[in-house]
Structures are given as C-alpha cells and as structure tokens.
C-alpha cells in the first residue's frame, strides 16, 4: 500500500496493513466488503471512510446501546451502511447528503443487506435539514449519535443544532479533524488555498470543541482525525 493511499496518519503503513489483515478485513460484513470496492473506484473514493474507522463506530455505537442516529455526509454510503448494521433492528438513521447521485451508488448494497428500512435519507443542505429536525420538540434529545462528515468549514454550526437533539450522554463523532496533519502545517509549508483554508477551519474547530464545557472531548488518532464528543449538559 503506497502511503499516498492509505486513509491513516498512522507512520507505519505496514502497521496500518497489518491492522487492516488482521483485525478488519477477516471480520467485515460481506456488503460493506463490497460497497468499499465499489466505491473504490469512484474518482472521490478518498471521501469514504476507512474500514478500521467504520469497525471502530460500529462498536461505539453498539457499547452506547443506540437506536437513533444522524449523519451528515453518506457519499456512497459506506459509513451509513457500518452504523446500519450495529443498531437493532428497530434503528433508525437520519442520513444528510445534498447529492442523492452518491448515495444511490451504494443503496443497493445497503438493500441488499437487509437494512433499508434504518435509513431515512434526506437529500439537500446539511444546515437546512438540522434546522428543520431542531424546529421540530420531538426531536430534541431524542438521538444518541451522529457522524458528522460533510463540509469542515460548517463543523461549528452543526456542533450547536446537534447538541440540541442529542441526548445527555450521547456521542457526536467529527470526522477529518487532523486534516492529513495540516493542522499543524507551518505558514510557509507549500499547500492548496482549499488546505490551508480547511486546516484553519479545523484548527478553530478543535480549539472551539476543547473548550466547550457542554461536551467531553476525545481526539482520536484513528483514520483522518476523529473527535468524540460526549454530552453532558
Ligand atoms: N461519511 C461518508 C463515508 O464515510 O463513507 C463520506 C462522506 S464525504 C466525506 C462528504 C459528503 O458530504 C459528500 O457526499 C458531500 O456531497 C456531502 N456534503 C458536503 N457538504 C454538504 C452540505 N453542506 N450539506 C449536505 N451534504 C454535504
Ligand atoms: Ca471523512
């Protein structure tokens, strides 16, 4: 695996490797082993999330006993498809994306593994669904999870609408919050205007988070950067 494809800041990639030979890929629910090939060879497979990340929410989500879940960002479903198959049968998922295209890619794989009836996917602005889920009282505290996967840029804003759904003690996990490490690029490093904009977006999104005394915070190494955050008031 050359380093430039692989989904991890790990340093080693033959760690990464054997992480993924030994622990991920003989346990992996046949569907999922077929959507993350299939997306694969998508020209934007690089969005997908990664199947030691995938792995890992599937346990979150099982040790936190949840039932209904949101995420923002589902491209082609790959995370979405991981959270489907960790909740009960009577879990429900409200997936967000503003393009249908990428998701109608991987919902007959999600079909084919029995899980449609989880997935209530709302296709449209990530911002404008939430507002409309916090418009609605039945709806506040009333989710255990969400994976937040959509524009960085945006983290701040759908930090505050989830917060209002999520129960006490439940999780809002953020995805990509070390941004290929550039959050701690030095002004002079040599990247894209969209990197710098989006490891500054992401280092004010972390600084923000740290200090939230609403939420218990866990920055987690895995994949891209992932943070937890745990609610408790
Ligand atoms: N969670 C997916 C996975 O792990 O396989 C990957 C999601 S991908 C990184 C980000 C997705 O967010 C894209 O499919 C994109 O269309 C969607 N997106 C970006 N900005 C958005 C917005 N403002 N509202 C809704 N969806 C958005
Ligand atoms: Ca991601």
């Given at each position: 695996m050359a380093a430039s494809d692989?989904?991890?800041?790990?340093?080693?990639d033959a760690v990464y490797k054997y992480i993924l030979e030994t622990s991920v890929y003989p346990r992996e629910h046949e569907c999922m082993r077929e959507l993350r090939l299939l997306t694969a060879q998508?020209?934007?497979?690089?969005m997908a999330s990664s199947p030691d990340e995938t792995q890992f929410i599937g346990m979150l989500l099982k040790i936190l006993n949840a039932r209904n879940t949101l995420e923002i960002g589902v491209f082609t479903g790959y995370s979405l498809l991981a959270t489907a198959l960790a909740l009960p049968s009577d879990g429900k998922i409200i997936a967000v994306d503003k393009n249908r295209e990428y998701y109608e890619i991987g919902s007959p794989i999600i079909e084919k593994a029995g899980m449609t009836h989880k997935v209530d996917f709302r296709e449209g602005s990530a911002l404008a669904i939430l507002n409309e889920l916090v418009a609605e009282?039945?709806?506040?505290?009333?989710?255990?999870f969400a994976f937040i996967d959509a524009d960085k840029v945006n983290y701040l804003n759908y930090h505050e609408r989830v917060l209002k759904l999520l129960r006490i003690g439940g999780i809002i996990a953020y995805d990509n919050t070390l941004w290929s490490g550039f959050v701690?690029?030095?002004?002079?490093?040599?990247?894209s205007e969209k990197d710098r904009e989006l490891a500054h977006a992401t280092r004010e999104f972390n600084k923000a988070i740290a200090a939230d005394p609403r939420v218990e915070v866990s920055h987690l190494s895995i994949a891209d950067g992932l943070t937890l955050c745990r609610r408790i008031a």
């Open positions: 692989s989904k991890t800041l790990l340093k080693s998508h020209p934007w497979s690089i009282e039945k709806n506040e505290g009333n989710f255990d701690v690029a030095s002004p002079d490093e040599p990247l």
